[in-house]
């Protein structure tokens, strides 16, 4: 993108207007790089309040009326309705549209891609934004959400690279820092970083939950566990689908988490203080000095496996 | 206290002049509760830093020194250390001196408290202050770190009733709203809310550094990951001492989470998606309406054990 050749996207539609679909629309509205902006959700009264906000300019009455003539489309619906979404609009894109989407998981997204689509597939480049915040739903969308966030782009050897630069270029106008990785290696990465602590979140909050005097914990508990337990609160269609779709990945940092656990366990059995000690020192001095963002990786070799 | 019986602290003696002793000092002093502070830390840079900010008004060059004459001791040094400074304080003490801490488990300061100061173990009334932040340190004090926090206070019956009146006086002088439990039911609920959080997230910090590419891993994790892991940054001496002294209670808090944590790998492990999602639900449900301090207790009979 230069200035001799402005990015502009003269029709967006947004299959899904919650908090992450919402955001990309305000953030490119901000930046003055789109024209016109239509949305879809299921529920009538989400498509009310995003064209309340400004967030879309026309709420569309169906999904395959939304995707005509447009010519970028961003899927923001659970991943678990994504085939679905793509089984109906994929006889109404033009020819030249570009797709990409926000969920957490990649390889599913990709193989549903080339599946439903056909060889539309070239056009759709796969994307998951690292931003969120504690309440989703439209309502609390924002124009900034994405700025200096990571997008994690993973395109396929089958895209277009017309559909790659642009998806690139739309991230980087919603102020988002772009780096591209394979499906598998991001699967494998969001295991570890976001879908194995949701899971002890989750597991956690339960455990607490089956015993008798829950009610005492949840009225005592403090700081600590108000930013533990923060992603705990999340939403439970999203969720289950992540966990369906990157099972595996899952269950190796389930794993490799039981192997820690077990080793603390073993130390409390033993009374050892030094082995303790050692384990929270070990914690202490990765996390301390952590600081989000604080690495930008740009290349698409990160990881091996 | 009422307006007839100013409460006034003539001489206190914060013994670990960290976050927590030194934001007792503060509190006091701004509420012009105390004439005189004197503050003893190991570190003489620490004790230099105290000066400085005016979290206390003299060093001691020991601990026995600190002490002398005081009407208030404040124990906020790691438990481990509590034996040792009590068995060098003890012959000390005026006769009339009030002491309490601000540890993190109760059952083993009352037994240490008892053992180390014989009858002077009648004004020593256990406390637990809920509140913290990231970062620890004298440096970190501030005169508002128990605005509205719970302190959990654990007489024993053994002390004496002024005592237990200073105790709740001066915590409620600094902010606090001041909860009566038992040690035993203190221990039990906050290895449920606050010892097994610690746990998990030092065991996930491990269990993601145990993996060759966990370099990769912290570069690209999240807002999500920030707030889970915030707890793994914590201080080791005091975590060990921690882990130690409650370690029966915490042993049954992992089994009620090892239970929890199976029973969602089950699900996983059948692809059952109802499961995964209601399981994902009642953690929703319960974490995300929850809110810090939306429930005072305030009676000893919260827990039945």
Known sequence: MTASTPFTIRRLAIIGCGLMGGSVAL?????????????????????ETALDMGVIDEAAAGIATAVRDADMVILATPVGALATTLQI???????DCIL??????????AAIAKQELGRHAARFVPSHPIAGKEH????????DLY???K??????????LGAIGAVQAMWQICGADVVTMTPQNHDRVFAAVSHLPHLLAFSYINGLANQADSDTFFALAGPGFRDFTRIAGANPDMWRDVFKSNRDAIKEQIDQFRTALDSFEAALDARDGAALEQFVERSRDIRAPWRLNAVIPTRDDLTQQ
């Not at 609009?89 to 020819?95: F, G, Q, R, T």
């Not at 989703?136 to 124009?143: K, T, Y």
């Not at 997008?151 to 277009?160: E, F, G, K, Q, R």
């Open 27 to 47: 953030a490119l509205k901000r930046a003055g790089c789109v024209d016109h902006v239509v949305g879809y959700s299921r529920s009538a009264e989400t498509r």
């Open 89 to 95: 609009i994929a006889p109404h894109l033009s020819v």
């Open 100 to 109: 990409t989407d926000v969920g957490s998981t990649k390889s599913d997204v």
């Open 136 to 143: 989703a739903g439209v309502m609390h969308a924002e124009a």
């Open 147 to 149: 700025d200096e966030r």
């Open 151 to 160: 997008v994690i782009m993973t395109p396929l050897p089958h895209n277009a």
